[in-house]
């Protein structure tokens, strides 16, 4: 996480936002927004594989701030050519962060972070302030690494996972230009 903090200050103009993305599966449209040579998709989620899970169970609400996949779902749920951020990746996203508002739906990174919580053994575990992703990267013991962001302390967390969890899904794919 050191690396993290390092570059706070760093100039967010590679940033270009309000473009979109539209799911051709359920024509669900996503804003993006692109950093150096990411697309991001700058929304929760919110394709409905069989297996996701809505906020408080109520499917209205999880096409309104996202809904929750385990790894396997989360794997089988991002659209052709989009793919789980790598650790790297995500903390390339990170580090042009000033502040961990930034990150959220009126913040000045694109991101639009939604405060979903997580599941854990399938039971929604309501945590209003936090959310959590998942990395295409595993820890030395196996687990999923996930990313998270505590806005009432104001704190980035690293987690290991396992894969009786479900978060939250944000995915990226590298540009063409």
Same mark, same amino acid.
């Given at each position: ?62 096409? +309104? ?39 959220? +739906? ?72």
């Amino acid at each position: 996480m050191e690396n993290l903090q390092k570059n706070k200050e760093e100039d967010l103009s590679d940033l270009n936002r309000n473009e979109f993305f539209i799911d051709e599966r359920d024509g669900r449209q996503y804003k993006t927004f692109r950093k150096g040579q990411l697309i991001w998709i700058a929304e929760n989620y919110c394709f409905n594989s069989g297996t996701s899970l809505s906020y408080m169970n109520d499917p209205t609400l999880g096409n +309104i701030f996202g809904r929750a996949y385990s790894y396997k779902s989360a794997l089988h749920s991002c659209p052709i050519g989009f793919n789980i951020p790598t650790i790297e990746e995500w903390q390339g996203l990170l580090t042009s962060t000033k502040e961990i508002k930034d990150l959220t +739906i009126k913040g000045t990174s694109g991101f639009d972070a939604s405060s979903i919580g997580f599941f854990w053994n399938g039971e929604d575990i309501m945590t209003h302030h936090t959310v959590f992703y998942w990395t295409s990267s595993k820890s030395q013991s196996g687990k999923q690494i996930v990313f998270g962001f505590d806005f009432l302390h104001n704190i980035i967390i690293e987690e290991e996972f396992s894969s009786n969890y479900a978060t939250a899904l944000r995915v990226v794919k590298r540009s063409k230009k």
